[in-house]
T-cell receptor
Framework: DVKVTQSSRYLVKRTGEKVFLECVQDMDHENMFWYRQDPGLGLRLIYFSYDVKMKEKGDIPEGYSVSREKKERFSLILESASTNQTSMYLC????????????FGPGTRLTVL | DQQVKQNSPSLSVQEGRISILNCDYTNSMFDYFLWYKKYPAEGPTFLISISSIKDKNEDGRFTVFLNKSAKHLSLHIVPSQPGDSAVYFCAASATGGADGLTFGKGTHLIIQP
């Protein structure tokens, strides 16, 4: 059974803190993605990765970075959290090929105070 | 510029009736389309997909229709059930495209008893 897990369901951080969001998938998928979901804006792609140590910017990469040291793990990093980064963060993975279905984790609700 | 548009932020349907969710796209390179369902505080789950070589795909109560000339797709749910109340996202991708899926902003479907 397909499984994508995210390290935290809810997280509260202060402005200026460095924040790590972890995502792990157990399907041996090549592709991994980070999105944020905001009311009225849908899902917006932050970063994605097609292979280990590989990363590509999505639509809204500003203020974020990522790390993919192992195939199963894709981390999203907020170098200096700001209040406008309060959001629901969703990780997804898919097998090789851009038309393949993406499988999502449960999401992390991040609040930056 | 929004390449995938869901123009109805919300839709209310009576239980037992048909729910029709609409999606329009502008990128003629898109050739694979998906619908995701999302409950609050959970990640999106894949519902149904359709390739551009087809104009209809059916899975139980769910049917997706694709009109390539109009760049329009729709999701039909019949009969609608209370558990169908959720946000539905339309997504699209292009074979050989660089950045995976492009999502619409979502439609909140409310099934009334």
């Amino acid at each position: 059974d397909v499984k994508v897990t995210q390290s935290s369901r809810y997280l509260v951080k202060r402005t200026g803190e460095k924040v790590f969001l972890e995502c792990v998938q157990d399907m041996d998928h090549e592709n991994m993605f980070w999105y944020r979901q905001d009311p009225g804006l849908g899902l917006r792609l932050i970063y994605f990765s097609y292979d280990v140590k590989m990363k590509e910017k999505g639509d809204i990469p500003e203020g974020y970075s990522v790390s993919r040291e192992k195939k199963e793990r894709f981390s999203l990093i907020l170098e200096s959290a700001s209040t406008n980064q309060t959001s629901m963060y969703l990780c997804a993975s898919s097998p090789q090929g851009t038309t393949d279905t993406q499988y999502f984790g449960p999401g992390t609700r991040l609040t930056v105070l | 510029d929004q390449q995938v548009k869901q123009n109805s932020p919300s839709l209310s349907v009576q239980e037992g009736r048909i729910s029709i969710l609409n999606c329009d796209y502008t990128n003629s390179m898109f050739d694979y389309f998906l619908w995701y369902k999302k409950y609050p505080a959970e990640g999106p789950t894949f519902l149904i997909s359709i390739s551009s070589i087809k104009d209809k795909n059916e899975d139980g109560r769910f049917t997706v229709f694709l009109n390539k000339s109009a760049k329009h797709l729709s999701l039909h749910i019949v009969p609608s059930q209370p558990g169908d109340s959720a946000v539905y996202f339309c997504a699209a991708s292009a074979t050989g495209g660089a950045d995976g899926l492009t999502f619409g902003k979502g439609t909140h479907l409310i099934i009334q008893p």
